[in-house]
């Protein structure tokens, strides 16, 4: 079975523009969320999307935005970037409510 | 959701049991604990979970006192493999999808 998948590995961006990552969960898995790894930080919770809808966000700006797509899989924008945008973006999938599982990350670079 | 408090870090010698300690002494009734890890820099892999029975799967033990304010994973065997960094999270399906993860438990097996 395939795990989390999440794309691109690695993105260079340069501060103000705009980032998309994107995920596909577990085939079957309906929750979509995304957790921002800073260096040397622990991972912090962005957003919860289930069924298509935005369910649950953390504590960040709205520049951080993103979407569910019928299939499931999701999309993470980040508007305006900023130098301490610069972080692993982990993607995690689960059945509503259950134990996720997590993709290996995309790390971005705001030069 | 509740807190966790975890050890900093522990070292393992290989082939040995690690025992990884976690207090949660405020988990409510509907509260799963959760563990994780994560190697350096990859996306967190799911370990196992409990409510109150113990639980054992192919890759650990886990532990829960019978008052549920603390639990041990317990890694049978360790390996250098097991080098990372591990996470105790608790948990319910009230929590809207937001999985708090602390610092962690730094593990460093030694040959």
């Known amino acids: 079975e395939a795990g989390v998948t999440q794309s691109p590995t690695h993105l260079i961006k340069t501060r103000g523009q705009q980032a998309t990552l994107r995920c596909s969960p577990i085939?079957?898995?309906?929750?979509v969320y995304w957790y921002q790894q800073a260096l040397g930080l622990g991972l912090q919770f962005l957003l919860w999307?289930?069924?298509?809808?935005?369910?649950n966000r953390g504590n960040f700006p709205p520049r951080f935005s993103g979407r569910q797509f019928p299939n499931y899989s999701s999309e993470l924008n980040v508007n305006a970037l900023e130098l301490e945008d610069s972080a692993l973006y982990l993607c995690?999938?689960?059945?509503?409510?259950?134990?996720?599982?997590f993709g290996p990350g995309t790390r971005l670079t705001v030069l | 959701d509740a807190k966790t408090t975890q050890p900093p870090s522990m070292d393992c010698a290989e082939g040995r049991a690690a025992n990884l300690p976690c207090n949660h002494s405020?988990?409510?009734?509907?509260?799963?604990v959760y563990w994780y890890r994560q190697i350096h820099s990859q996306g967190p892999q799911y370990i196992i979970h409990?409510?109150?029975n113990n639980e054992t799967n192919e890759m650990a033990s886990l532990i829960i006192t019978e008052d549920r304010k603390s639990s041990t994973l317990i890694l049978p065997h360790a390996t250098l493999r097991d080098t990372a960094v591990y996470y105790c999270?608790?948990?319910?399906?009230?929590?809207?999808?937001?999985?708090?993860f602390g610092a962690g438990t730094q593990v460093v097996v030694t040959p």
């Open positions: 999270i608790v948990s319910s399906t009230d929590s809207w999808g937001k999985f708090q």
């Open positions: 085939s079957g898995h309906t929750s």
């Open positions: 995690a999938s689960s059945l509503a409510g259950g134990e996720q599982f």
């Open positions: 999307y289930d069924e298509g809808e935005e369910r």
């Open positions: 409990g409510l109150k």
């Open positions: 405020t988990i409510s009734g509907n509260e799963y």
